[in-house]
């Protein structure tokens, strides 16, 4: 364990001066609402300005945040869309059915709409999906109580690991760890020894509802699980420490609620059922404020069901949150003003 510790810190840092006053700065900046279902998905690239998103009108849409244009629709009437994920090319994205007979994950081209791959091997919807960052691995969890492992260059899986729920999956940023929570518990992997099983198992206090996202911040240091019954957990993610647990009101659909780290993990971001988006500092638990009463008003036609942080840092060096609604829209709130650097 103390090997897998040691590399996971061995990592770039990015510095950023995010403070509650540049949070409570941030105003709506765009609004793409040309959709004619929920969002239910979205994934910013790692190296690019491009954002994806995926919704109930069973279509894909690539966007450039930079310059605010929708570059792309790619529709899939045949197989639906749920979850999207981003691989290292900028123009192709791994997605899961949404259609209720078929639960294979795509491989698709966004540059000329081509399927390069399937993966077959869910027998129920796939509720996790989460790449590697350093290679072509990745994970898949589903209701089916499977977590299946994959590398992007073979269709068949590359490992299996049984579970007792409804599991959510992450990588941490190196690609040597990987998290599996379900049952109140989050499981931690060593990816080049998973068939060994778990080298860490931490609990989250007694909360054993379903989980919905687990995500570890880009230094790695911390790592937050939401649950089914609004509960946002923050924790230590090399000892397992329960640091802090936040609350929001839980939603009355089977929409899931995510929660997100920004750029350099000093807060947390979460939507809610009332229709508010939320921010909490992990220093000390406050809750801040992460949009304007007004834009928190603009957000009531539905609650924000997706949250993801983009960090620009080679040309406009800004930062900024974009929100999936569940109503139709998608917006990205900046700051009016933040200093950010490289270290």
Not at 153 to 171: D, F, H, I, N, S
Not at 232 to 238: G, N, T
Not at 311 to 333: D, F, H, N, P, W
């Amino acid at each position: 364990m103390g090997g897998v510790q040691a590399e996971r810190e061995d990592k770039d840092k990015v510095s950023l001066e995010l403070t509650e006053e540049i949070l409570q700065s941030m105003e709506v900046g765009m609004t793409f609402r040309d959709y004619s279902g929920r969002i239910s998905s979205m994934d910013f690239h790692r190296a690019s300005s491009y954002l994806v998103t995926a919704s109930d009108d069973e279509s894909i849409r690539l966007y450039d945040v930079a310059s605010a244009t929708c570059l792309k629709t790619i529709n899939s009437k045949k197989y639906g869309v749920d979850l999207v994920s981003f691989t290292s090319h900028p123009m192709t994205v791994i997605y899961s059915s949404k259609n209720g007979w078929d639960e294979s994950l795509r491989l698709l081209s966004l540059h000329d709409n081509k399927y390069l791959r399937y993966f077959k091997g869910h027998h129920d919807r796939v509720v996790s999906l989460s790449l590697c960052p350093r290679n072509e691995c990745f994970i898949s969890g589903s209701l089916d109580r499977t977590v299946l492992l994959w590398d992007q260059r073979a269709e068949k899986c590359q490992g299996l690991l049984r579970v007792q729920g409804r599991p959510a999956t992450a990588y941490d940023d190196p690609g040597l760890v990987f998290a599996i929570a379900f049952g109140g518990c989050v499981r931690m992997f060593d990816a080049r020894k998973y068939e060994k099983g778990p080298f860490e198992i931490f609990s989250v206090g007694g909360d054993v509802s379903d989980a919905n996202v687990v995500k570890f911040s880009n230094d790695g240091r911390l790592m937050l699980l939401t649950t089914t019954d609004g509960h946002i957990h923050v924790l230590d993610s090399f000892r397992g420490t329960l640091l802090y647990t936040f609350n929001v009101k839980p939603t009355s659909s089977k929409s899931t609620l995510e929660a997100s780290f920004s750029p350099e993990g000093m807060f947390v971001i979460s939507g809610s059922g009332d229709g508010s988006v939320y921010a909490w500092s992990v220093r000390g638990g406050k809750e801040e404020t992460s949009c304007s009463q007004q834009d928190r008003r603009n957000y009531h036609s539905g609650f924000p069901i997706s949250l993801n942080w983009e960090l620009m840092l080679e040309e406009s060096r800004r930062v900024g949150i974009v929100i999936a609604q569940r109503q139709r829209s998608c917006k990205s709130t900046i700051p009016t003003n933040y200093n950010l650097e490289r270290v």
